[in-house]
């Protein structure tokens, strides 16, 4: 058996992951193969990483395109899965 498929990875890419991966940032990243970025995003909870724009992940040391368009549209899927609980994430925020 061979390596995955690019197909095979926009699946992966495409599909939402549970709550403890996403909130295992890290993990998260070994898991879309974007390992290489944990440095850079590891202090981030799930709720502000899927908020960064294509800029701010330039500015935090993802400047390989491909890199930034995958994590934009993993993070575009979480978003629209995961609307309330990033809601009730905000509004926590606010009342500190």
Partial sequence: ???????EYLSTAAS???DELL?????WLRSLRLHKYT???KTLKWQDLV???????????????GARRKM???FEVVRAAKAKE???????????
């Fill in 23 to 27: 909130d295992d940032i890290p993990a």
């Fill in 51 to 65: 908020r960064l724009s294509a800029e701010d992940l330039d500015a935090r040391g993802v400047s390989a395109m």
């Fill in 39 to 41: 440095d850079n995003l």
């Fill in 86 to 96: 990033i809601e009730e994430y905000e509004s926590s925020k606010e009342n500190k």
């Fill in 72 to 74: 934009l549209k993993v």
């Fill in 1 to 7: 058996m061979g390596s995955p498929s690019s197909k």
């Fill in 16 to 18: 939402v992951p549970d």
